[in-house]
């Protein structure tokens, strides 16, 4: 009798019922007030005719010349912050690579995002004078070599400790204060010493470049994104062996601190410079990481090209560029994409060890933009921050070409009254909104012959269908939902 159901069951799963079996087993995903990007395949299920394609941010030029005394050609290692009612910038400042001890923290600041300035602040004397941008001091700590920052908005903070920080540094045994340490801040511009002032994660991780903090609503925590290489060990006296990865270390108060974990990845390893990683303003539940990809063995300019560019000697070998992944929280990545984000380019300055660095932190730059931050030229005196232009949530796209096809989702429950889809099309393309049950049977009131033909270009339009029913007629019902497309991109949809 066992061997019989065991047949029957083997002769169920060979006739093709498998995949039906498991989706009555798969539990639907919850959208409620919720926007949801295509730069991962989260609640993608099956695909004809689409592709998923890498949005391409555009140069907006040169928005901060790093051209003072105490900034120079290594300057990098940028947050971009907004505080409801600026942004704000900060980054590190020095004259050569080894002159750690004269390292400062920088600041700028802006009303759009597009234009900034560097206010004289007059609160440090460097390099003779007061009227200067510096925020922070270098000291034997070494926060400011990396130190990233954080506006946290949430009701209850203490107005002392809006703002947030961490910087510091591990890997050498040369270093008399190794660790992270944080700082808080009531404007952003006069930093104190966080009032538990000990040193986070002193043994064992590298941590030679930005150290990110992150506030991540969706887990209800903090989180640090520490650099930390995947041969090291805790508690290792020699570091920086293996491959340049990310570790991650949370907190619910910002005391506590857990051990770091290293971040788990979907794809072959790649030396992650930095990561960039927070949550995205319009989806504060996804993540938007922009490590710079670096290739160390990688040559690209000749001695004379290199001279000629003024790029500094200890940055001739290796070259980097900007990637894309994609976290929904805990110890992992997505990353759907393994091309470049932002490549290079022509400019020679860029074509050196340590170029195109992402800053931390996407911003609104308008209506319908979003705007991410490179440095470029870093090691010339020519080195600058590039502001790279974006439709908003187009970090990706649903693509479909002349030929019609479609896009169906996992199970969902849409719990909300509208439903909001950012799209463009040509002129003779088209998106149309259907939803299904777990079947792939049209719902009455939301099929084919009910759905509007979507055409134009737009980030927040509304789907309505011609049976005057709405999502909110579905109920708790499990629907999936059928996205049909012709030379046309989707970016993102809303429940709200």
Known sequence: MINMIKIKIFSLLAGGLLFPLLALCQKAIVL??????????????????????LGTPVSAGSVIKFDKSWEGRFCAYVSVIDNGNKFAMYYRGVGSAGDAANQVTCYAESKDGITWTKPNLGLFKVNGTLDNNVVMLGDAKQSTHNLSVIYDKRPGVPTGEKYKAVGGVGSSKKRALRGLYRYVSADGIHWNTYKDSTALFPNGYAMDSQNVLAWLPAENQYAIYLRMWTEDKPGDEKLLKGVRTIARSVSKDFIHWSEPEPMQFDTPLEDLYTNATQPYFRAPHLLISMPFRYSPGTRVLSDREMKDNDIEQSMWKGVSDAVLLTSRGGNSYQRKFMESFVRPGLDQHNWAARSTIPALGVIPTGKNEMSVFLTRAYSTKECYLERMKMRIDGFAS?????????VITKPLILKGNVFQLNFSTSSIGYVKVLLLDEDEKELPGFGEKDAEIIRGDKIDSEIKWKSGKTIKDIGDKNVLVKFIIRDADIYSFAIL
């Open 398 to 406: 649903l693509h479909a070409g002349y030929p019609e096809g479609y």
């Open 32 to 53: 409620q007030n919720q926007r949801e990007l295509f730069a991962d395949n989260y609640l993608l299920d099956k695909l004809y005719n689409v592709e998923s394609r």
